[in-house]
């Protein structure tokens, strides 16, 4: 190859193939951290013939590294214009420093040795799967220490009391990988040490979901600020020692996949690739799955922080305690999606402040009483407008009933006085 190099990417990872000399110079130039690959292993898939022979020693006589494509290398390897290539998913590009140019560029179209080999580049996309699925192990490796250093004495011996039915198969996993290391390969015997392994992590990992989704299915249920500063308490303290039992089955999963890939490279090379886009679609199926229940929890909390704020007025001390676990849960949350480079926005509560709470109902309560306040003097002008009305319109019904009853009673003394007369002595 010289000077030129070939990249392989799986949307994931990139593969930097070449002179062991020139992929460290071309490494170097675009500053991108690499781990190793290791392509000898690759052997197990060159295809038969001597083209196809001759194809595969070149490959595997050069040095290979991955690297880890994030955001910001991502964009770094973007400019080399990478092609699609016949194995779904996988893309590739030669580039070289042709003539006196120092700085890297395509040159070429046209696939270089490894891309050109269907089952070496399935081989390598398989290699490259198992790298990033090491990558992430360490990484909850160091996470899970971090969150053992967090964890109270009682909160650590009820994970480990969980993690305990795992330990069995931490150590088939650790024995089948030191045989594979040794080896070379992953023989029937050797899988035959983890297969069944699956069923014990499954099992962890749904109960582990199934005690976050009680948490939130208990603050859904209660809306008393007794009842939901209780419950927050409670998933403030839980909530990251079942995120680091959730981390702790995904780690085991993708050591078993790591294991599984290197059986089909040695029993089935034909199948490594459908293999490895299996797995990886298991592997999102799993994310999904953690996505779902720990978002539910952390939407059910919001709404506790919002039934919370509403209330402080007459709890000041209970309704920030919710707030505080709220963020807390939202926080571990976070920082465990980052782990598993799941999208997620972490956004804190506000808590009301006591005296912004007052102040808001003391406004109302003045805008209900300035309302009260013209109602009653429009009230007031009303009625004293009709008393002076009805007060008018009585006496003048109280003066037509005088004249009335004074033209009557007078008759009558007439005609009494008449009768009185008639009944005189004769």
Known sequence: MGNEIELISDGEGLAVVGDPVAVEQFLDSEGLASKELELPRLGAVASAGAKA???GSEVMANSGRWVKLTEDSAQKVKKFGLMDSKTPG?????????GDIKSWLQISKAPGALAANPAMLAGAAGIMAQVAMEQTMAEITDYLAIIDEKLDDVLRAQTNQVLARMDGVE???????????????????????????????????????????DLADKLEKKSKIEDLVKIAREAESEVQKWLAVLARCFQLQDAVAVLELDRVLDASPDELDRHRLGLKAARQDRLELIVESTERLVLRMSDAVDTANSKVLFNPIQSPAIVKASNRVALDVHEFHGLLEIESEHRSSESTKWKDAAAERWDKTRETGAGGLDAAKNLGSGGLDTAKNLGSGALGQAASVKNKLSGKIPGRKFRRRVDDESEGPD
Do not use: C, D, F
């Open 90 to 98: 996988v893309k590739h590009a030669m580039v070289g420093q042709p």
């Open 171 to 213: 150590l088939a996993i650790k024995e089948a990988t030191s045989v594979r290391n040794t080896v070379g390969r992953v023989s029937e015997v050797t899988w035959s040490k983890v297969q069944n392994s699956s069923g014990t992590i499954h099992e962890t990992q749904g109960y582990a979901l199934r005690q976050l989704a």
């Open 53 to 55: 022979a001759q194809a």
